[in-house]
Every structure is written in C-alpha cells, then in structure tokens.
C-alpha cells in the first residue's frame, strides 16, 4: 500500500494559520477530491475539528492520543501504525495523509509519494508548517503550472515519488 501526503504549501512551506487552511483554490479543492474519493484519508484530530465533519465518499480516520475522542463517521486511531494497519486491513492500495503539520511530520518518513500543491503567492501569516523534506530522496513525476485568475494565485501542482536507494 501507497502512504502519500496531500498538501497546499506556500513557498516557505507554510499550511496554515489557526487550524485553517491559508489558501481555497477551488481547482486544487476539486484535485484533492478526484484524488481521494474511494480511498481511505488519515488526518489529525484538529484537521478533523477544522472541517467539522468527515469527507463524503472516503472512509476518513482520525488520528489522536485521546483515548476517548470520538469523531462521528470516523474510525479513530491513536497511532500512525494503527492507522496503516487499519487502512491494509480495508484492503486500501494508497493511504493519503491530510494534515496536519505533526501528522505529515510523523508520515513523511513512511510516505512514498508526495501531492503537493504550491502556491505562489505572498504568504498570509502562518502558523503552521509542512515538515522539511530531502530532496534528493525525491524525483518529480509531474508538475504542471496554473497562472494567477481573478482573485486566485499562480500555484502548480507536483507529484513527487521516493527515489530507490
């Protein structure tokens, strides 16, 4: 099974900014549907708390260390490793990491594949960062541009894969 991170980052790598995304580009919006529908998506519990409600069409898992948290129409796990094993256990070919920052953190390091949406534009105040990544352990397997249109900012869109060693 594939374990790949999703994510709008600015040019610093900044996420977000008060458990809010900085940036609602409706064609990347749109790009991470088509990507996830049918699958299973892992996401953090204040990821969870900022959409206020599960993702239709995608079995979402949220992950957090409260023994007790629930998430209605979730399964709640409290490890990475559960997740994953939850995830296999569905018989799931790509599990998409979602957010947030400590969660991307955590699955940068088991992740084959990076979905990566860069925005290129002055980044608004944040707060939240994606994790730093080698580049060189990466190879680009697309990257396709989108000029700036009526209020939305240039950005493209990458796929990166782990690089063989």
């Not at 900085?22 to 299973?40: C, M, S, Y």
């Not at 995830?87 to 790509?94: D, F, H, I, K, M």
């Not at 920052?101 to 955590?106: C, E, G, K, T």
């Amino acid at each position: 099974m594939l374990i790949s991170l999703v994510a709008a980052i600015g040019q610093k790598r900044e996420i977000g900014r008060d458990n809010q995304l900085l940036w609602r580009i409706r064609e990347d919006l749109q790009n991470f549907k088509r990507l996830t529908l049918g699958h299973v998506i892992l996401m953090g519990r204040k990821t969870y708390e900022s959409i206020g409600r599960p993702l239709p069409g995608r079995t979402n898992v949220v992950l957090t260390r409260d023994a007790a948290y629930e998430a209605p129409g979730c399964t709640v796990v409290h490890s990475l490793d559960a997740a994953i094993a939850y995830a296999a256990s569905l018989g799931e070919t790509e599990l998409f990491v979602c957010g947030g920052a400590d969660l991307y953190a955590q699955a940068l390091s088991v992740a084959s594949r990076l979905y990566l949406s860069w925005i290129e534009a002055t980044e608004p105040a944040a707060d939240t960062y994606f994790p730093v990544w080698n580049p060189s352990q990466w190879r680009v397997e697309l990257d396709v541009g989108f000029p700036a249109v009526e209020g939305t900012p240039a950005w493209h869109y990458q796929v990166l894969e782990r690089r063989a060693f």
